[in-house]
């Protein structure tokens, strides 16, 4: 049996796993699914229109590139092409390209974002709740689209929480809402929800 029918370079295998994508174009973090990869890129698809040629932060869970199961990798990649697709959920095809091979830890090894709200680290102590039950977690980034959150408690993505941050300097706590774009096996990635115009 041939194991590279499309005669590519590098052979492709299927591994389906959700995806995160990130940069200044498509804003802070959208999610995606990956279908296949190989060596060095992988192909996905989303409903988000890039162009060929951006430059993005791709975040993997459970990657294929890790040494163990269930790892959430994140690698600095550029999109190579963009098809349309028909017979899909999503609406478009990419295939990518890695620029680096070796994963971006959760600082990003102090390397330049793309983010569109540049994220200021620290070390924040705060009440949310989820469910309506006041849990505690630190914040260990934070921007003006979102916050990083370490916590143990048992949140998934997609879920919205009610976050109370204090304010060191004006003395005061900001009431937000956020909901869960990514998780990995250090905490969440909460995206900061506009105000519901009543």
Partial sequence: ??????QR???RF???APITLENFEIGEL??????????????????????????LYIGISNSPYAPEPDVYECYRAQIRWRKPLKKSSFYYGYGVKFL??????????????????????CTVPIKYASNKVIQQGVIKNISLGGVFL?????????????????????GKVIQRVGKIVWVN????????????RK
């Fill in 1 to 6: 049996m041939d194991s590279n029918p499309e």
């Fill in 9 to 11: 370079i590098k052979t």
């Fill in 14 to 16: 299927k591994h389906e």
């Fill in 30 to 55: 959208h999610r995606a699914r990956m279908f296949d990869f190989s060596e060095n890129g992988i192909y996905f698809e989303s409903d988000y229109h890039i162009h060929p040629g951006t430059e």
């Fill in 100 to 121: 680096e091979m070796k994963p971006i830890d959760d600082d990003f090894n102090g390397k330049p974002e793309l983010r569109k709200h540049p994220r200021k680290s």
């Fill in 150 to 170: 370490k916590t143990d408690n048992g949140i998934s993505i997609g879920q919205k929480l009610q976050l109370a941050i204090p304010v060191r300097k004006k």
């Fill in 185 to 196: 096996r250090f905490g969440v990635g909460i995206e900061f929800q506009k105000p519901s």
